[in-house]
């Protein structure tokens, strides 16, 4: 069974009843493979010219199992949604590896992974969807990467659009519900891929959902390019974004703040999914939140009528999210703010 | 008094029952909906309205252009319009370079950007560089219905709102009739045709000149305040804009009049609901403020009203407007911002700011003042600068400050350091360009790399030299760079958790190639702790964690002072030591089977194990003169027991602790020589070397029939891949590997202490006992130093015996030699009963030597231990062990469990 006609539709719905459960980490259960270069390359680039080892994107060609039993993982603990694993898979990231030209295979093949679990362990009660994560690119474009000329980008909108239009189109065909910009750093950036998207929609004539989360990234309170939480929602609420949220950098616990604003003033779908708390090289996630803490934390946000779709970023795995699907089973979730009264 | 910043409009009948907010927005949000004031567009940063600007656009000169956006928003603007129309100008380029440079002025990218051209390619070429929510201005009807809807559907793509102008296929309208005609129609194509939220139009119904002189255009205001009602009244939620100072174009040149214009224009126009204007935001008057005649002639223009003494309106402007000629009115005050009066703290204040507007004369002003009592340039970098960027990094910290803020300051930095550099290179001796090298880089497997280059830019500004290596660069690379270009520092950024592994790596080849350069380690993931365990312990130079890129420069700066370098290196070594001892202390670390932990010992080179010993057996020296022993004194632990934190000799120029420290130093010396020439303390030594093997995990020493048996104590916790779980029994030789020697030892140089401590007691002297301990602690320590050198030369012969003056004490007491001689007690070999065994086997009572029953050894001054010498013998921290490796090592000692346990209970969880 497949969720592809109508999943905004169908989305909507189940968010009226319940909180939906988005996966955990993908880096950090990759992590625990302990795979090597060669398992990277697999038999595609085993003569690549270069190291591919850190590439995780790439895992979708040369490791599928991998994905598949992560997909997997997250499902069994209860993710409503997966996210594909294609955080680094466009062009621009993935030129860093010499590999620019397998960014689109890639996306269509992570895309079929995810879409594969999904199906397979869809039911009419608890449908499952896959949402084709578009990452912010290791460049920005609106940082100066030049001391003497504040002029300088490294990247331009154009190009960010063409990596996002590939991606895209990558992720639509492997048979993604939905589409998810995620740990947005430079709202840009993220302009760019929802330019790309709309651009896509008015070509097929079929829009999919599209969720955009921020990242807060320090204790300002604003993101790595300097926007607080609100001038970030203004700058993306012309898409009319089916969800809006914050994930990754800081933790549920610091996050608290940013998301309590944004909640107030999001009139669409709000989602959230922290890391595991703080960064912690000590210990075996990377990150300090056991399962337990995480989840109690975002109960919270639950409780407050904050959030409508939760998960986990870095250093949670399926333990945080069958911790998180159970304690907020039972939370009525937040009652969405209608865009125009 | 009504000033026009408070007028509201919300007496307007509106249509729709709530009004929908026109959300735009810079680095902060901008909402304007019916409850808003009237919202100032900064217009001078439009080359078609300010040949100003204009002028310095077509010179290149942005730096001064910025300036003029941010006097703008200083003095009150909430969005600036950008305009860059201008024939002589490669109009798309100027727009895209203006714009990337005020994203990087926080106190300008805040607000909101208004787009401003009449060509459609400099708008999308604009709306490409702001992350914010921007205004387009403008979109119209003048090329037709499709071209208008067309635009629309971009502006979306951009997520932009528009203004939309008031002109179609037949013209621009300047009647009011034809105002509402236009925008009706745009209105009802862009909410009908193209889905556009009605809130993001903004409609500008043309603002055109008055008291021109031709009747047709003296209802113009009029009909603008009129059409601008209409269309709130007619048009649910769409905003009105206008470009004022067009309404005045006839008194060009009599600024005074063209205010009192805009200002009464205006307060007609918000009356009626006018939502935003492009204005001089620094030159908006009070109308209340206006002198009446003015005023009131200034109204009949504004609104066409016929004079009582039905004279020409127009006329009586013109007449009164040349007795208002330059006299400045009502123009707001520029707002002042708040300097510091004293120059090196409006340094800190230009710094935390990010403006540069008074740089160089304080600098110039701060140089001067330093000059004429002697100083040097150098020390305004090293004083109000430095300190203001640490004021930088503390108020990031505390997020009070944001990245693109500090990004800034560090710009400021690097204009001032530019100033002050050749001054500073006039005052150096030699020529020294830069601060240091430091080779960066993202390590292999990680393409992350902004933080890294925020490290790099800041660290430039600094002066220092950066060779940055880019991201994914493997170690080879890295070390090869930092030995070719004889780096100074090496820096190491990652984000991703792999990254660390590969730091510790790096860290590792970095050990292996020889380098010895300070290694610095960044990124969101790594941490102090992790440095201190995972990737100090791989690399002899210092590694110190860098928590953010604010803090490079000072930790670089440190790093590679000629004067603080030693003392911040021991500060980094001791501290992590810590770190690295409360780890092992604590619960939780992953232990792995004793029979593991065994099979991954350390396997040295036997081919590499030093040739048999030219003496062998017990040796004793009863006395050695204390003047031989003087040179091989370690200061360092001295100062360190009177609570003088730092390092000798360091420490004596310490700027809190010198003067303490020289007082001390100088009664050390004093009393130094007495107890030298008057022998107030004795050394002696027992020792040997002995033919030893290994067998499991002890080391047995054996001589004609009898042994001395040292059971000893593996690493058992889960160590990196590739690193073995070390035992000191690792370094000898098991029985049938070969022959093998291992030396013992006790000494010291307590003896006779209580003598002479008896007199000082007499005089109530409690001062000088506690030297002559100290003293004497520190003569053992020589003399362990002394005796290990005697032994490496003479004795067993491994090491080059060196004359007097050319032995290298600093060398010996740093440790840099071949061989060990851990001390029962040592982190290595915790358990301390063995001592018994040992000064039995060496029958140290024969120089007085003993040990209580709680192994505690008299005199207090007095060290036994082991000589260890195969060339990769080293110190390590045993840590925690398990219950397994405690039944072992009782079973080896031959005690009961229960007593094994509590000799080990710190080794245990």
């Given at each position: 069974?497949?969720?592809?006609?109508?999943?905004?539709e169908?989305?909507?719905?189940?968010?009226?009843?319940?909180?939906?459960?988005?996966?955990?980490?993908?880096?950090?259960m990759?992590?625990?493979?302990?795979?090597?270069?060669?398992?990277?390359?697999?038999?595609?680039?085993?003569?690549?010219?270069?190291?591919?080892?850190?590439?995780n994107?790439?895992?979708?060609?040369?490791?599928?199992?991998?994905?598949?039993?992560?997909?997997?993982?997250y499902?069994?603990?209860?993710?409503?949604i997966?996210?594909?694993?294609?955080?680094?898979?466009?062009?621009?990231?993935?030129?860093?590896?010499?590999?620019?030209?397998?960014?689109?295979?890639?996306?269509?093949?992570?895309?079929?992974?995810?879409?594969?679990?999904?199906?397979?362990?869809?039911?009419?009660?608890?449908?499952?969807?896959?949402?084709?994560?578009?990452?912010?690119?290791?460049?920005?474009?609106?940082?100066?990467?030049?001391?003497?000329d504040?002029?300088?980008?490294n990247?331009?909108?154009?190009?960010?659009?063409?990596?996002?239009?590939?991606?895209?189109?990558?992720l639509?065909?492997?048979?993604?519900?939905?589409?998810?910009?995620?740990?947005?750093?430079?709202?840009?950036?993220?302009?760019?891929?929802?330019?790309?998207?709309?651009?896509?929609?008015?070509?097929?004539?079929?829009?999919?959902?599209?969720?955009?989360?921020?990242?807060?990234?320090?204790?300002?309170?604003?993101?790595?390019?300097?926007?607080?939480?609100?001038?970030?929602?203004?700058?993306?609420?012309?898409?009319?974004?089916?969800?809006?949220?914050?994930?990754?950098?800081?933790?549920?616990?610091?996050?608290?703040?940013?998301?309590?604003?944004l909640?107030?003033?999001?009139?669409?779908f709000?989602?959230?999914y922290?890391?595991?708390?703080?960064?912690?090289?000590?210990?075996?996630?990377?990150?300090?939140?056991?399962?337990?803490t995480?989840?109690?934390?975002?109960?919270?946000?639950a409780?407050?009528?904050?959030?409508?779709?939760?998960?986990?970023?870095?250093?949670?795995?399926?333990?945080?999210?069958?911790?998180?699907?159970?304690?907020?089973?039972?939370?009525k979730?937040?009652?969405?703010?209608?865009?125009?009264? | 008094?009504?000033?026009?910043?408070?007028?509201?409009?919300?007496?307007?009948?509106?249509?729709?029952?709530l009004?929908?907010?026109?959300?735009?927005?810079?680095?902060?949000?901008?909402?304007?909906d019916?409850?808003?004031?009237?919202?100032?567009?900064?217009?001078?940063?439009?080359?078609?309205?300010?040949?100003a600007?204009?002028?310095?656009?077509?010179?290149?000169?942005?730096?001064?252009?910025?300036?003029?956006?941010?006097?703008?928003?200083?003095?009150?603007?909430?969005?600036?319009?950008?305009?860059?129309?201008?024939?002589?100008?490669?109009?798309?380029?100027?727009?895209?370079?203006?714009?990337?440079?005020?994203?990087?002025?926080?106190d300008?990218a805040?607000?909101?950007?208004m787009?401003?051209?009449?060509?459609?390619d400099v708008?999308?070429?604009?709306?490409?560089?702001?992350?914010?929510?921007?205004?387009?201005?403008?979109?119209?009807?003048?090329?037709?219905?499709?071209?208008?809807?067309?635009?629309?559907?971009?502006?979306?793509?951009?997520g932009?709102?528009?203004?939309v102008m008031?002109?179609?296929?037949?013209?621009?309208?300047?009647?009011?009739?034809?105002?509402?005609a236009?925008?009706?129609?745009?209105?009802?194509?862009?909410?009908?045709k193209?889905?556009?939220?009605?809130?993001?139009?903004?409609?500008?119904?043309?603002?055109?000149?008055i008291?021109?002189?031709?009747d047709?255009?003296?209802?113009?205001?009029?009909?603008f305040?009129?059409?601008?009602?209409?269309i709130?009244?007619?048009l649910?939620?769409?905003?009105?804009?206008?470009?004022?100072?067009?309404?005045?174009?006839?008194?060009?040149?009599?600024?005074?009049?063209?205010?009192?214009?805009?200002?009464?224009?205006?307060?007609h126009a918000?009356?009626?609901?006018?939502?935003?204007?492009?204005?001089?935001?620094?030159q908006?008057?009070?109308?209340?403020?206006?002198?009446?005649?003015?005023?009131?002639?200034?109204?009949?223009?504004?609104?066409?009203?016929?004079?009582?003494?039905?004279?020409?309106t127009?006329?009586?402007l013109?007449?009164?407007?040349?007795?208002?000629?330059?006299?400045?009115?009502?123009?707001?005050?520029?707002?002042?911002?708040?300097?510091?009066?004293?120059?090196?703290?409006?340094?800190?204040?230009?710094?935390?700011?990010?403006?540069?507007?008074?740089?160089?004369?304080?600098?110039?002003e701060?140089?001067?003042?330093?000059?004429?009592?002697?100083g040097?340039?150098?020390?305004?970098?090293?004083?109000?600068?430095?300190?203001?960027?640490d004021?930088?990094?503390?108020?990031?910290?505390?997020?009070?400050?944001?990245?693109?803020?500090?990004?800034?300051?560090?710009?400021?930095?690097?204009?001032?350091?530019?100033?002050?550099?050749?001054?500073?290179?006039?005052?150096?001796?030699?020529?020294?360009?830069?601060?240091?090298?430091i080779?960066?880089?993202?390590?292999?497997?990680d393409?992350?790399?902004?933080?890294?280059?925020?490290?790099?830019?800041?660290?430039?500004?600094?002066?220092?030299?950066?060779?940055?290596?880019?991201?994914?660069?493997?170690?080879?690379?890295?070390?090869?760079?930092?030995?070719?270009?004889?780096?100074d520092?090496?820096?190491?950024?990652?984000?991703?958790?792999?990254?660390?592994?590969?730091?510790?790596h790096?860290?590792?080849?970095?050990?292996?190639?020889?380098?010895?350069?300070?290694?610095?380690?960044?990124?969101?993931?790594?941490?102090?702790?992790?440095?201190?365990?995972?990737?100090?312990?791989?690399?002899?130079?210092?590694?110190?964690?860098?928590?953010?890129?604010s803090?490079?420069?000072?930790?670089?700066?440190?790093?590679?002072?000629?004067?603080?370098?030693?003392?911040?290196?021991?500060?980094?070594?001791?501290?992590?030591?810590?770190?690295?001892?409360?780890?092992?202390?604590?619960?939780g670390?992953?232990?792995?089977?004793?029979?593991e932990?065994?099979?991954?010992?350390?396997?040295?080179?036997?081919?590499?194990?030093?040739?048999?010993p030219?003496?062998?057996?017990?040796?004793?020296?009863?006395n050695?003169?204390?003047?031989?022993?003087?040179?091989?004194?370690?200061?360092?632990?001295?100062?360190?027991?009177?609570?003088?934190?730092?390092r000798?000799?360091?420490?004596?120029?310490?700027?809190?602790?010198?003067?303490s420290?020289?007082?001390?130093?100088?009664?050390?010396?004093?009393?130094?020589?007495?107890?030298?020439?008057?022998?107030?303390?004795?050394?002696?030594?027992?020792?040997?070397?002995?033919?030893?093997?290994r067998?499991?995990?002890?080391?047995v020493?054996?001589?004609?029939?009898?042994?001395?048996?040292?059971?000893?104590?593996?690493?058992?916790y889960q160590?990196?891949?590739?690193?073995?779980?070390?035992?000191?029994?690792?370094?000898?030789?098991?029985?049938?590997?070969?022959?093998?020697?291992?030396?013992?030892?006790?000494?010291?140089?307590?003896?006779?202490?209580?003598?002479?401590a008896?007199?000082?007691?007499?005089?109530h002297?409690?001062y000088?006992?506690?030297?002559?301990?100290?003293?004497?602690?520190?003569?053992?320590e020589a003399?362990?130093?002394?005796?290990?050198?005697?032994?490496?030369?003479?004795?067993?012969?491994?090491?080059?015996?060196?004359?007097?003056?050319?032995?290298?004490?600093?060398?010996?007491?740093?440790?840099?030699?071949?061989?060990?001689?851990?001390?029962?007690?040592?982190?290595?070999?915790?358990?301390?009963?063995?001592k018994?065994?040992?000064?039995?086997?060496?029958?140290?009572?024969?120089?007085?030597?003993?040990?209580?029953?709680?192994?505690?050894?008299?005199?207090?001054?007095?060290?036994?231990?082991?000589?260890?010498?195969?060339?990769?013998?080293r110190?390590?921290?045993?840590?925690?062990?398990?219950?397994?490796?405690?039944?072992?090592?009782?079973?080896?000692?031959?005690?009961?469990?229960?007593?094994?346990?509590?000799?080990?209970?710190?080794?245990?969880?």
């Amino acid at each position: 069974m497949t969720m592809q006609n109508n999943p905004a539709e169908l989305l909507s719905a189940l968010l009226k009843k319940r909180i939906l459960i988005l996966d955990g980490a993908m880096g950090t259960m990759i992590q625990r493979y302990r795979l090597d270069e060669n398992d990277f390359r697999g038999k595609h680039f085993a003569d690549h010219h270069r190291d591919i080892k850190g590439n995780n994107d790439i895992l979708s060609l040369t490791c599928p199992d991998v994905i598949e039993e992560i997909h997997r993982a997250y499902l069994d603990a209860g993710a409503d949604i997966i996210e594909t694993n294609t955080f680094g898979a466009t062009t621009i990231a993935q030129s860093d590896y010499g590999l620019a030209d397998a960014a689109r295979k890639i996306n269509v093949e992570a895309a079929r992974i995810a879409r594969r679990c999904a199906d397979a362990l869809s039911t009419p009660d608890k449908p499952r969807f896959v949402a084709g994560s578009l990452g912010p690119t290791n460049r920005t474009a609106s940082i100066s990467p030049d001391v003497s000329d504040p002029a300088a980008r490294n990247i331009t909108f154009d190009e960010l659009v063409a990596a996002y239009r590939e991606a895209i189109e990558g992720l639509a065909e492997g048979g993604a519900d939905m589409l998810l910009i995620e740990t947005v750093f430079d709202t840009l950036n993220a302009k760019a891929a929802l330019f790309a998207a709309e651009a896509f929609f008015d070509d097929v004539g079929r829009r999919l959902p599209v969720m955009v989360s921020g990242t807060i990234t320090d204790a300002s309170g604003r993101t790595l390019s300097g926007q607080t939480p609100e001038a970030f929602w203004n700058s993306v609420r012309p898409y009319a974004p089916f969800a809006v949220g914050l994930n990754c950098a800081l933790g549920a616990e610091l996050m608290r703040p940013y998301i309590e604003a944004l909640a107030q003033i999001a009139d669409t779908f709000v989602l959230c999914y922290p890391n595991a708390g703080l960064p912690n090289p000590m210990s075996d996630t990377g990150y300090d939140e056991t399962p337990e803490t995480t989840a109690r934390l975002v109960r919270e946000f639950a409780k407050q009528g904050w959030v409508n779709i939760l998960g986990g970023c870095c250093g949670t795995t399926p333990e945080h999210i069958k911790a998180i699907t159970e304690t907020v089973k039972n939370i009525k979730p937040r009652a969405r703010k209608e865009a125009n009264p | 008094m009504e000033s026009l910043s408070n007028i509201k409009n919300n007496h307007l009948k509106m249509t729709a029952s709530l009004s929908r907010p026109l959300r735009l927005s810079g680095l902060e949000p901008l909402n304007i909906d019916d409850d808003s004031l009237f919202v100032n567009v900064g217009e001078r940063t439009n080359v078609t309205g300010s040949k100003a600007f204009a002028r310095l656009i077509l010179a290149g000169d942005f730096a001064a252009a910025v300036e003029v956006a941010r006097n703008q928003v200083e003095n009150g603007a909430q969005i600036i319009d950008v305009n860059m129309d201008e024939a002589m100008l490669d109009s798309v380029a100027a727009m895209t370079r203006f714009l990337n440079i005020i994203a990087t002025e926080p106190d300008i990218a805040r607000v909101p950007v208004m787009i401003d051209s009449s060509r459609w390619d400099v708008i999308e070429a604009g709306l490409k560089c702001v992350q914010g929510r921007a205004l387009v201005n403008s979109l119209s009807l003048k090329e037709g219905e499709k071209e208008f809807l067309r635009r629309a559907r971009i502006v979306r793509r951009y997520g932009a709102a528009t203004v939309v102008m008031a002109f179609d296929e037949q013209g621009q309208a300047d009647s009011f009739e034809r105002r509402i005609a236009i925008c009706q129609r745009a209105y009802d194509l862009l909410t009908q045709k193209e889905g556009f939220a009605p809130e993001d139009i903004v409609f500008d119904p043309n603002v055109f000149a008055i008291a021109t002189g031709i009747d047709e255009h003296a209802s113009y205001a009029l009909d603008f305040i009129r059409a601008t009602r209409w269309i709130r009244e007619h048009l649910p939620h769409a905003k009105v804009s206008g470009g004022i100072s067009n309404v005045s174009f006839s008194f060009r040149g009599n600024d005074t009049v063209r205010e009192a214009i805009h200002t009464v224009f205006l307060y007609h126009a918000i009356r009626n609901g006018l939502t935003m204007g492009i204005v001089n935001a620094g030159q908006l008057g009070d109308y209340d403020a206006l002198p009446t005649d003015l005023r009131d002639a200034v109204e009949d223009a504004v609104l066409n009203r016929a004079r009582t003494d039905e004279k020409n309106t127009t006329e009586v402007l013109i007449e009164i407007a040349e007795r208002y000629r330059n006299q400045h009115t009502a123009g707001a005050q520029a707002k002042k911002e708040t300097w510091p009066e004293i120059a090196e703290e409006r340094l800190i204040f230009a710094l935390l700011n990010g403006n540069v507007s008074r740089l160089n004369t304080d600098l110039e002003e701060i140089r001067q003042t330093i000059g004429n009592r002697g100083g040097k340039a150098i020390e305004i970098i090293e004083g109000p600068l430095m300190r203001g960027m640490d004021i930088v990094g503390d108020r990031f910290g505390e997020g009070k400050m944001f990245l693109p803020q500090v990004v800034k300051s560090a710009r400021v930095m690097k204009e001032a350091v530019a100033y002050l550099v050749p001054f500073i290179e006039a005052e150096k001796d030699e020529n020294s360009k830069s601060n240091g090298k430091i080779v960066i880089a993202t390590v292999k497997g990680d393409v992350h790399d902004i933080g890294k280059n925020i490290v790099s830019v800041v660290l430039q500004c600094n002066n220092y030299e950066v060779i940055d290596l880019g991201v994914m660069v493997p170690a080879q690379k890295i070390v090869e760079t930092a030995i070719a270009e004889k780096a100074d520092v090496v820096g190491l950024s990652g984000l991703i958790t792999p990254s660390l592994e590969e730091m510790a790596h790096v860290a590792a080849e970095m050990e292996r190639a020889g380098l010895r350069c300070p290694l610095m380690i960044g990124g969101a993931t790594t941490s102090r702790v992790h440095t201190a365990i995972k990737i100090a312990p791989h690399y002899r130079g210092t590694t110190v964690y860098v928590p953010d890129a604010s803090r490079a420069v000072n930790v670089v700066a440190q790093l590679l002072s000629e004067t603080r370098r030693d003392a911040y290196a021991a500060e980094i070594a001791a501290d992590y030591r810590r770190i690295r001892e409360q780890h092992a202390q604590k619960k939780g670390a992953t232990l792995i089977p004793l029979a593991e932990a065994r099979a991954n010992a350390f396997r040295p080179d036997h081919a590499r194990t030093p040739p048999a010993p030219k003496i062998t057996g017990r040796q004793t020296i009863a006395n050695v003169p204390l003047e031989t022993l003087v040179p091989f004194i370690d200061w360092s632990p001295f100062f360190q027991a009177w609570d003088l934190p730092g390092r000798y000799p360091d420490i004596l120029d310490d700027a809190a602790y010198g003067e303490s420290a020289h007082q001390i130093f100088s009664d050390a010396q004093n009393l130094l020589g007495k107890v030298v020439t008057k022998q107030w303390l004795r050394a002696a030594a027992v020792f040997g070397i002995w033919p030893a093997y290994r067998e499991r995990d002890d080391i047995v020493l054996h001589e004609s029939g009898q042994t001395l048996r040292w059971p000893l104590l593996r690493q058992q916790y889960q160590r990196p891949e590739g690193k073995p779980n070390y035992c000191l029994s690792d370094f000898v030789r098991a029985q049938n590997e070969g022959n093998d020697y291992v030396g013992a030892f006790a000494l010291t140089a307590g003896l006779d202490l209580e003598k002479q401590a008896d007199v000082f007691a007499q005089s109530h002297d409690d001062y000088s006992i506690l030297m002559l301990k100290a003293l004497a602690d520190r003569f053992t320590e020589a003399l362990a130093e002394w005796l290990h050198y005697q032994v490496r030369t003479r004795f067993w012969g491994y090491e080059q015996e060196r004359e007097g003056a050319s032995i290298d004490y600093t060398a010996l007491i740093a440790e840099h030699y071949q061989g060990i001689r851990p001390a029962p007690g040592y982190p290595a070999c915790p358990e301390h009963s063995i001592k018994a065994a040992l000064l039995d086997w060496l029958n140290a009572s024969e120089i007085g030597m003993s040990t209580t029953e709680s192994f505690v050894m008299v005199p207090a001054s007095s060290i036994s231990g082991f000589y260890l010498a195969h060339p990769d013998a080293r110190y390590f921290s045993v840590g925690i062990i398990g219950d397994d490796q405690l039944k072992d090592f009782a079973e080896r000692n031959r005690l009961d469990e229960a007593t094994a346990r509590r000799y080990l209970a710190p080794n245990l969880s």
